[in-house]
């Protein structure tokens, strides 16, 4: 049992149920957060990977030439997050708070959602473009602020599993996005045509980004009141946060900032692109091939929370994260030189996903401090959206003129890169204390030592405070 849901007095081993449901002390009740959590970013998800759901259908209604304009529908949601991203998570630690943040940023995701199924609709590509990029400015920022209340609500106690939730119930509505829309599209078009016809399918998922800012809404307020109740003030630090603070984060956290960038690029601008890649190399229908590129996220859906409850019963997270890569590159090796069925590759991808954002994302909190989370977490995804941008460009370009076989190999070398630097950080870490790759048992030992310690350094330091 964890230590917040240990009775203090006998009587508390009877309190109601009501009681365990409404008090943040009790599980039950940051189950119900968590619950918000994912809902807010549910349509965060859900709308990001539309594009890659309607790639032959955005091509043919919006009269596009190329695959790279295509992609720049991506590009334009990272660009803006390789700067405001880092900004964004300063913002959070310094200015909004994470409740206000959550707000903010979940506002802008469907604005430019809205925007998004305006250009549709109007058969104005460049406003679809600019809608993007707006959705851009929120979209990671709202990861950021997600990341901070699963670390605010759950540090020390089920923080692995808590990650693998909230991807699962991302990676829900991913899998929604690419079950769904390609088929709506095809019921509404027999009744409105073309362009009109996309444009409202993207109005349904502007939509459910509503849901989300709605969810983000009822979680700031469940969040003020356990501060409130927990007396989460007196807890929280002094020191002031300067956005310079990055230069001082350790190697480490840059280690995991590099592993996440190598890893990410392999993963999302190939689903992104998959659809038609699947068509080509395995003739598949638009329908088949979009429900197989939407498997990785299934997959990840189910199995997260089960990857996470797993990690956080045995630790070692650096150990899975080098697992995490090796199944991936296993993946692509399979789809770049086989012709294998591309639901095994497919399935290991996702399985090699979800390992990775379970082992990966927690340990931003082992090496920084909670009132820099935000600053980290943006800094983080900042570098990651860099990638992001630029590699859906490349990956355009090499479709275009080199084929999918050069595109793969592209993917494997950015693979080799992660375990490059998977290594380096598994050496650094055993040279300092072996922190990341700590059991679930030495973790908690090491804790216990550090909560024993506080008492006397405390008590060392009152003379001086009285003087």
């Not at 365990?20 to 002390?25: A, D, E, G, Q, V």
């Not at 990775?356 to 980290?376: D, K």
């Amino acid at each position: 049992m964890e230590q917040d849901d240990i009775a203090l007095f006998p009587s508390e081993q009877r309190v109601s149920i009501w009681t365990r449901i409404s008090h943040p002390r009790y599980a039950i009740h940051r189950y119900i957060a968590l619950a918000l959590m994912s809902f807010m970013g549910f349509g965060n998800y859900f709308v990001y990977d539309i594009p890659g759901a309607l790639q032959s259908k955005i091509t043919e209604d919006m009269n596009l030439t190329s695959t790279a304009e295509f992609a720049s529908l991506y590009s334009l949601y990272s660009w803006p997050n390789v700067i405001i991203s880092l900004f964004g998570g300063f913002l959070i630690d310094r200015v909004f708070g994470k409740r206000l943040g959550a707000v903010f940023f979940a506002s802008i995701v469907f604005g430019g959602q809205f925007v998004v199924a305006l250009g549709a609709l109007f058969n104005r590509f460049w406003l679809m473009q600019v809608g993007r990029f707006i959705f851009g400015l929120g979209g990671e920022n709202l990861a950021v602020t997600g990341n901070t209340y699963a670390v605010s609500w759950f540090k020390g106690k089920e923080l692995n599993m808590v990650f693998g939730f909230q991807l699962s119930f991302s990676r829900v509505g991913s899998t929604a996005n690419f079950l769904i829309t390609g088929r709506l599209y095809e019921a509404l078009n027999k009744s409105v045509t073309g362009y009109k016809c996309l444009g409202i399918v993207l109005l349904i998922g502007t939509g459910i980004c509503l849901f989300s800012l709605t969810s983000s809404i009822i979680l700031g307020l469940l969040d003020k009141r356990a501060e409130k109740l927990l007396k989460r003030d007196e807890l929280k630090s002094d020191e002031v946060i300067k956005i310079t603070d990055i230069k001082h984060f350790s190697l480490k956290f840059w280690l995991i900032t590099f592993i996440c960038i190598s890893y990410y690029v392999c993963i999302f601008p190939f689903v992104s692109l998959g659809t038609v890649f699947f068509m080509q190399k395995y003739e598949m229908s638009f329908n088949q091939a979009d429900s197989i590129d939407g498997a990785a996220y299934l997959i990840s859906a189910i199995a997260s929370p089960l990857i996470g409850i797993l990690i956080d019963f045995t630790g070692r997270n650096l150990i899975w994260v080098f697992v995490a890569v090796l199944i991936t590159l296993a993946s692509h090796l399979i789809f770049a030189f086989t012709l294998l069925n591309p639901w095994i590759p497919m399935v290991l991808l996702g399985l090699g996903y979800s390992v990775l954002a379970c082992a990966l994302w927690p340990m931003v909190s082992l090496v920084i401090p909670e009132h820099q989370l935000g600053t980290a977490y943006g800094a983080m995804q900042s570098i990651q959206n860099l990638g992001l941008a630029i590699v859906p460009l490349v990956a355009g370009f090499l479709i275009d003129f080199k084929g999918y076989i050069v595109l793969e190999t592209f993917f494997l070398f950015c693979l080799c890169i992660c375990i490059l630097c998977t290594i380096v950080l598994f050496m650094n870490d055993s040279a300092n204390e072996g922190l990341l790759n700590m059991s679930k048992k030495q973790r908690a030992e090491r804790d216990l030592h550090k909560t024993e310690a506080e008492p006397s350094l405390e008590s060392e330091t009152t003379p001086n405070e009285q003087n």
